[in-house]
């Protein structure tokens, strides 16, 4: 069975730096998804970024960016130029192509704190 | 707006009262799942539909029942809640639930904070 970790739960930065949360998932499989998902106090779940295995180019939106080595098992986030608005739980997830019950595993999450 | 509304957002109630926590979308969704989410633990699937009248258990289904009568509608059921039920749940619809789609996209409803004393 596939697994998520995600070993930092809690991760502190400043204001207009950078930060990278980890993400490592335990897979047998050579063809899947990967996603990071923001979870503000609001409790909504919003989707951050996706990759596609089978990409080797890592996935960008604005100032959200990944790290995905696949050899490694590897998914990162960097998030550059941190806002207050940042702060949020980070949640990676994984998505089989071939899963029959079509789930997200997730990661425990990392609860990001942004100092003004 | 397209939304999937969860309700209530908060409930507290006794072991052995059943309740139910509906979740409804609007945008025309085939693929609506149920999740529960535990600190340490992430989310974990406790059921999802493909499609009105098909629905199929996640990892974590005791307990719970769900119906999919209508496509719009997913509720969730729990029969007799015990205290190992308190949780946050979240309802999460997709228009397609084959991830090669471009229409593959999660949308998630607010969670219901769940609290069984």
């Known amino acids: 069975a596939q697994t998520v970790t995600q070993s930092q739960p809690e991760m502190s930065v400043q204001e207009a730096e950078t930060v990278t949360l980890s993400c490592t998932y335990d897979?047998?499989?050579?063809?899947?998804?990967l996603f990071w998902y923001k979870q503000p106090p609001s409790r909504q779940m919003i989707l951050v970024i996706r990759?596609?295995?089978?990409k080797q180019q890592n996935a960008t939106e604005n100032r959200f960016s990944v790290n995905f080595q696949k050899a490694a098992k590897s998914f990162s986030l960097k998030i550059s130029d941190s806002q207050l608005g940042d702060a949020a739980m980070y949640f990676c997830?994984?998505?089989?192509?071939?899963?029959?019950?079509?789930?997200?595993?997730w990661g425990a999450g990392t609860k990001l704190i942004i100092k003004p | 707006e397209a939304q999937v509304t969860q309700n209530p957002r908060y409930l507290i109630t006794v072991t052995g009262k059943k309740l139910t926590v509906t979740c409804s979308q609007n945008m025309n969704h085939e693929y609506m799942s149920w999740y529960r989410q535990d600190p340490g633990l992430g989310l974990r699937q406790i059921y999802y539909?493909?499609?009105?009248?098909?629905?199929d258990k996640g990892d974590v289904p005791e307990g719970y029942k769900v119906s999919r009568k209508e496509k719009r509608n997913f509720p969730l059921i729990l029969e007799s809640p015990s205290p190992n039920q308190t949780s946050l749940y979240f309802c999460?619809?997709?228009?397609?639930?084959?991830?090669?789609?471009?229409?593959?996209?999660?949308?998630f409803g607010s969670g219901t904070r769940l609290t069984v004393v």
């Open positions: 539909s493909m499609n009105v009248e098909v629905t």
């Open positions: 897979t047998s499989e050579s063809d899947y998804y």
């Open positions: 990759q596609e295995a089978y």
């Open positions: 997830a994984y998505r089989s192509a071939m899963d029959s019950n079509y789930q997200l595993i």
């Open positions: 999460a619809s997709s228009l397609s639930y084959d991830i090669g789609s471009p229409n593959y996209g999660y949308t």
